[in-house]
């Protein structure tokens, strides 16, 4: 079975927060994992899948219409949901691990699922301040603020985790 990681972030991103998201991609293309994300063509969604797509990857995108329209042209299987934003769970079930870059009440959304269903989860330059500390102090969310972070600590939550 492929290892899945979720990306997610901000359809709205800074030029940073993109190169992060890129350089994100990437490393998890090198590391042979699928790249799981939003499917569009914009901000860190988009960001990561050239990344990833640049260096060979597998990119899943889980849209929200049922239509692809504005997916991003890296997406190699896109998966059209009509559920609009419902799809985050999706997002975040069907990943092993989830890494969230800065974005907005989607991002949190994202966050907030995977932390309730248990999924490891990762923030690359995202800031929550106290938001889940609980979640901190059990393990399932670290803070980190290189890409290369990102997959080290990718690595350590596979390394741990066992998965039905």
Do not use: C, Y
């Amino acid at each position: 079975m492929q290892t899945v990681i979720g990306v997610m972030g901000g359809a709205a991103a800074s030029s940073a927060t993109e190169r992060m998201a890129h350089e994100l991609g990437r490393l998890i293309a090198e590391h042979t994992w699928v790249l799981l994300n939003g499917g569009r063509s914009a901000g860190v969604m988009a960001a990561s899948a050239a990344g990833a797509h640049a260096a060979g990857g597998l990119v899943v995108g889980v849209l929200p219409d049922e239509h692809i329209h504005g997916m991003s042209l890296d997406v190699d299987i896109p998966i059209l949901t009509g559920m609009g934003d419902a799809r985050n769970v999706i997002n975040v079930l069907s990943s092993r691990v989830i890494v969230a870059l800065p974005g907005g009440a989607g991002t949190i959304s994202e966050v907030a699922h995977a932390l309730k269903f248990n999924r490891p989860v990762v923030t690359l330059g995202l800031e929550l301040g106290d938001l889940f500390s609980e979640h901190r102090t059990r393990g399932i969310l670290v803070s980190v603020s290189t890409p290369t972070q990102a997959v080290a600590a990718v690595e350590a939550f596979l390394e741990r985790t066992v998965f039905e």
